[in-house]
Each structure stands twice: as structure tokens, then as C-alpha cells.
């Protein structure tokens, strides 16, 4: 298992990653290490016996190479610039006419492989963690926010789940789908479905006190001092403005972020929270938030004496050889950890996806 918090490092160390470089080499080889991730966190559901849900049309894999290759070849098609020319399009062809280039072939992976990495970046993440544990990060104040970000999030997959119910069952009654009026059979049972969930979601919310008011007004004067410390921020900002010396107004936007902090975390020591199942912390999750807080020193912050030089690259004019560090590749090569831990500690035990119906013994 892999603690919540160490996930959230990791996406940022990727994030980061993916956006402090344009070397096409360091850009490859994080998404490499992301479809690797992935098949390990894949594989560790599987080895558990659990099933992520309803299935996807296309699969992610196949969705991050279509974007790298329609962004290599949109570019390589509308930039038309560049010393290596590959082939020639007719000049009377409108917008496309020209030579076609191998540097804007490549100035388009590498947004290609930005784009993809952050999308098969955040659906490992949906992967390996349940839509509870990443609720739960939402500090205690905002905890009708928390509630109704749950059911927001929910929505969809339970729609969807409740849809292939209803579209079986009318299989099985011989009901096939041909024409737009064959669909009616299926939009209002789900739509009568969906409605009787969402009284029965106000009732439970009702039983449950969540329209309660706050008892005599306990934190009306913390909500005062919030608006207090907005009309500090406002204030301090505009004396940026007006006087020369911006000094006293930062102080009093740091004096308004202060007190609306402050106020926030008073709320959320009165707001009771309990949770079913802890998270644990142990060393690999320390060491996953230790190597991602590495990576992100290399790609973002100068702290290591590395050769940054390495991270900026441009192929026009003339297609070069990008420079490479093996330093950062190896560092880079941490990002594996998550996927490591899952794979050789028996899967995720917060994954977000559900037993198998088969392995039912209730």
C-alpha cells in the first residue's frame, strides 16, 4: 500500500517534471515510467482479485499515443519551419501548403508527450486511490464542500454503473436498441433510478444532521474575522498601488492571509471528523515523498549542483541531439517507486476500484 499523501507528492514531482523540461529524452523517459506505473498498479488491482469498474472505450495508453501523434503531425503541418525538410505540400493547399519538417515533427512530440504524461499522470493516480482518500485531503472547515465534492464525483460513475444494469435487463427482455425511440426504455428507468438515489441521498443526509445549524452561533465571530482579513488583503493590495513603499501593504496582506488561516483551522478543530480506516504511514512512504521532493529539486529548483542546461531544448533551426545528464535520468528513474511498492507488496489496499462480484461471501 501506498499512503495518500505520497501519491500527491508524486503527481507533483511528474507535474513538475513534465513542465520544467523540453528535452524530448527526459520527456520519454517519464512517460515511459508512467506506463510502467501503470502496469504495475494495474497488475497489483488484478493480483488482488478486484476490477476497476465499468470499462473504458479506449484505453489510456492508446488515448496518450493519439495525442502524441496528431500534435506531431498538426505541428510538423502548420509550422513549416525548420533545415530538415521531410516532404513538400502543394502551395495550393491553404494553411497546409509547404515543407514539412523534421524539427516542427519533433517541436510536436514534445508538447505531445506534456500533454499525454499529464493525462496518464493523473489516471494512475485515479487508479490507485479511492475517491474517499482523496476527499479526506479537504481540510475539516470545508467539510459541506467535502460532501458535496464526494457526491459530484460519484455521480457519474454510479449513472453509468446503473445504466449498464438497466440496459442488460432490457437485453434479456429482448429489447434491442435501433432507433432514437429505443432509447426510452433506458432514459426513464434511469431517470426514475436517479431520482429516487437522490431523495434517498437528502433523507440519509437529513437523518444524519447534515442541515444542522451551528449551535449559538459558535463560529459567527470567526466568520467576522474572515471577512476582516479579506478587507486586510484587499486593502494591502491597493496601497500597492498607491504608495511607493510597498512594505506596509504586504504587511497587511500577510496579516489578512494569517487571520483567515488562523479562523480556518479554529473550524476545523470544532468540526468533528471520524474516519473508518486510518491511513499508515511507514519508511517507503517517506522514501516516496523524499525521492519525489528530490525530483523536484532537479526539474524545479536549483538546489542540486546539476547541469540544468540540459532541461531547455529547441530543434529549430537544425535538428541536434538534445544534451543529456545522467544524473537526472537517474534521479528520474525514482519516479518508479509507487509502482515498485504496489508490485512487490501485494497491490494497494486504498485502490479505488471494488471486489469482483463473484468474491461476494456476505
Given amino acids: 500500500m501506498v499512503n495518500t499523501w505520497s501519491w500527491i507528492f508524486w503527481l507533483g514531482a511528474v507535474l513538475i517534471g513534465l513542465w520544467s523540461t523540453r528535452n524530448p529524452v527526459y520527456l520519454g523517459l517519464i512517460f515511459f515510467i508512467l506506463i510502467i506505473v501503470w502496469h504495475l498498479v494495474k497488475t497489483g488491482i488484478e493480483k488482488e482479485n478486484f476490477e476497476a469498474g465499468p ?3 479506449i484505453s489510456p495508453l492508446k488515448i496518450s499515443l493519439l495525442i502524441i501523434l496528431f500534435s506531431a503531425v498538426f505541428n510538423g503541418l502548420i509550422s513549416q519551419y525548420g533545415k530538415t525538410v521531410i516532404f513538400t505540400l502543394p502551395a495550393w493547399i491553404t494553411y497546409l501548403g509547404g515543407p514539412f519538417t523534421l524539427e516542427g515533427l519533433v517541436f510536436g512530440t514534445i508538447n505531445g508527450l506534456i500533454l499525454s504524461g499529464i493525462l496518464l499522470a493523473f489516471f494512475v493516480v485515479n487508479l490507485a486511490l479511492p475517491v474517499h482518500s482523496l476527499v479526506r ?3 475539516p472547515a470545508f467539510d459541506n464542500l467535502a460532501v458535496i465534492i464526494s457526491i459530484a464525483i460519484t455521480f457519474m460513475p454510479n449513472t453509468i454503473r446503473q445504466l449498464d444494469q438497466i440496459r442488460e435487463s432490457q437485453a434479456i427482455r429482448g429489447h434491442r436498441v435501433r432507433g432514437l425511440r429505443d432509447w426510452i426504455p433506458l432514459v426513464m428507468p434511469l431517470l426514475v433510478g436517479g431520482l429516487e438515489k437522490a431523495i434517498g441521498l437528502a433523507e440519509a443526509m437529513t437523518a444524519r444532521g447534515f442541515t444542522h445549524s451551528e449551535p449559538n452561533g459558535s463560529n459567527k465571530n470567526l466568520r467576522i474575522s474572515q471577512v476582516f482579513g479579506l478587507a486586510l488583503i484587499f486593502s494591502g493590495w491597493l496601497l500597492q498601488f498607491i504608495s511607493s513603499s510597498g512594505t506596509f501593504g504586504k504587511g497587511m496582506i500577510g496579516l489578512g492571509l494569517g487571520l483567515i ?10 468540526t468533528p471528523r471520524s474516519i473508518y480506516r486510518p491511513e499508515k504511514w511507514n519508511g517507503y512512504d517517506f522514501g516516496v515523498i523524499l525521492i519525489s521532493i528530490i525530483v523536484i529539486s532537479v526539474y524545479w529548483l536549483p538546489l542540486l549542483h546539476l547541469d540544468r542546461r540540459s532541461l531547455f531544448y529547441n530543434p529549430y533551426p537544425a535538428m541536434t541531439f538534445p544534451a543529456v545528464d545522467p544524473m537526472v535520468i537517474f534521479i528520474t528513474l525514482g519516479l518508479l517507486a509507487p509502482g515498485i511498492l ?5 497491490g494497494s489496499e486504498y485502490s479505488s476500484v471494488e471486489p469482483k462480484p463473484e468474491d461476494d461471501h456476505f
Fill in 342 to 346: 504496489i508490485r512487490f507488496q501485494g
Fill in 137 to 139: 485531503l479537504i481540510p
Fill in 55 to 57: 470499462p473504458v472505450p
Fill in 261 to 270: 488561516i488562523f479562523s480556518l483551522w479554529i473550524i476545523g478543530r470544532r
